[in-house]
């Protein structure tokens, strides 16, 4: 029986240099692209109208990326720990690939996401490739954050770059998504 996978897009949106798409290819049959309209960051404390308007002109070129690589960008609107295990359900995935977040809020809905779906017994793989140098890699002799710009910026440069990934040529969906 083919597997299924959702990969989740959020700040992330694009094909090319994408790990958590790349591991989402090599460890489904399936991918389902999916981005959540989420309440909490479209309507909260500091509501943008730019934001919104950006947000939507990149899901449009995001969706016709992938449209171009033969799949269909689902975008949802509700809690991600509502409506993604739902369409896990409907998808019948096993597997929800994402980029970390080192946000606060992130971390907290990444973390309650990751708990609905436990509990219905589907896996989530957080992946790094948000930023060139992921925040907890860069720290001082001792382990803690720098405060001062230089010597971070001493210390960002002088970390080896991950290899850049190549958008993958075909992005294979479920049958009739």
Same mark, same amino acid.
Not at 129 to 155: C, K, Q, W
């Given at each position: 029986?083919?597997?299924?996978?959702?990969?989740w897009f959020?700040? /992330?949106?694009?094909?090319?240099?994408?790990?958590?798409?790349?591991?989402?290819?090599?460890?489904? /049959?399936h991918?389902?692209?999916?981005?959540v309209?989420?309440?909490?960051?479209?309507?909260?404390?500091?509501?943008?109208p730019?934001?919104?308007?950006?947000?939507?002109?990149?899901?449009?070129?995001?969706?016709?990326?992938?449209a171009?690589?033969?799949?269909?960008?689902r975008?949802?609107?509700?809690?991600?720990?509502?409506?993604?295990?739902?369409?896990?359900?409907?998808?019948?995935?096993?597997?929800?690939?994402?980029?970390s /977040?080192?946000?606060?809020?992130?971390r907290?809905?990444?973390?309650?996401?990751? /708990?609905?779906?436990a509990? &219905?017994?589907?896996?989530v793989?957080?992946?790094?490739?948000?930023?060139v140098?992921?925040p907890? &890699?860069?720290?001082?002799?001792?382990?803690?954050p720098y405060?001062?710009?230089?010597?971070?910026?001493r210390?960002? &440069?002088?970390?080896?770059?991950?290899?850049?990934?190549?958008?993958?040529?075909?992005?294979?969906?479920?049958?009739?998504?």
């Amino acid at each position: 029986m083919p597997s299924t996978a959702i990969l989740w897009f959020r700040r /992330d949106l694009r094909v090319h240099d994408h790990p958590a798409l790349a591991a989402a290819l090599a460890a489904a /049959d399936h991918v389902v692209p999916v981005f959540v309209l989420d309440e909490a960051l479209l309507a909260g404390r500091w509501p943008a109208p730019n934001r919104v308007w950006f947000m939507r002109e990149s899901l449009v070129a995001l969706s016709a990326s992938l449209a171009e690589r033969g799949a269909a960008l689902r975008v949802l609107r509700g809690r991600p720990a509502d409506v993604l295990p739902a369409l896990a359900r409907e998808t019948g995935a096993t597997d929800l690939f994402l980029t970390s /977040d080192a946000t606060p809020y992130g971390r907290a809905r990444d973390r309650a996401v990751a /708990d609905r779906l436990a509990a &219905e017994g589907i896996r989530v793989h957080a992946k790094r490739g948000l930023y060139v140098h992921e925040p907890d &890699e860069i720290a001082t002799r001792d382990g803690r954050p720098y405060t001062i710009y230089t010597p971070f910026r001493r210390a960002w &440069e002088t970390l080896p770059r991950r290899a850049v990934i190549a958008a993958p040529a075909r992005i294979p969906g479920p049958p009739g998504a």
